[in-house]
């Protein structure tokens, strides 16, 4: 079985293992995530670039908190304000994910 040791710096162990060289099977990451464990994903990148990796494989909730285009020039703290990556928008997208599970054995 695959490790996300070396590759965890890589979204790309999310891709389909046939065009990734580092994607996981959705078996080897139900392995490491738990079956119907859901996934939040927070990248610096935009998120239709994660979006584009899962392309809808993964049968678990998932969340992709990224890069949103603002107005005019922000502090570091507005832009991830405004996309979300506070401790307020994490626990937001959290509970979000909990609340689309469908089996509560492993949690």
């Known amino acids: 079985m695959s490790s996300l040791v070396g590759t965890a710096a890589s979204p790309t162990v999310l891709g389909d293992p046939t065009v990734w060289p580092a994607g996981l099977r959705a078996a080897e990451l139900d392995a490491l995530l738990g079956e119907d464990a859901a996934l939040l994903v927070v990248t610096l990148g935009h998120p239709a670039a994660i979006w584009s990796l899962l392309k809808a ?16 020039p922000r502090t570091q703290q507005d832009l991830a304000a405004a996309a979300g990556m506070t401790a307020e928008g994490l626990i937001a997208a959290a509970g979000r994910l909990l609340k689309a599970r469908t089996r509560c054995d492993t949690w």
């Open 57 to 72: 494989r993964h049968a678990r909730p998932v969340e992709v908190i990224g890069w949103r285009e603002t107005e005019g």
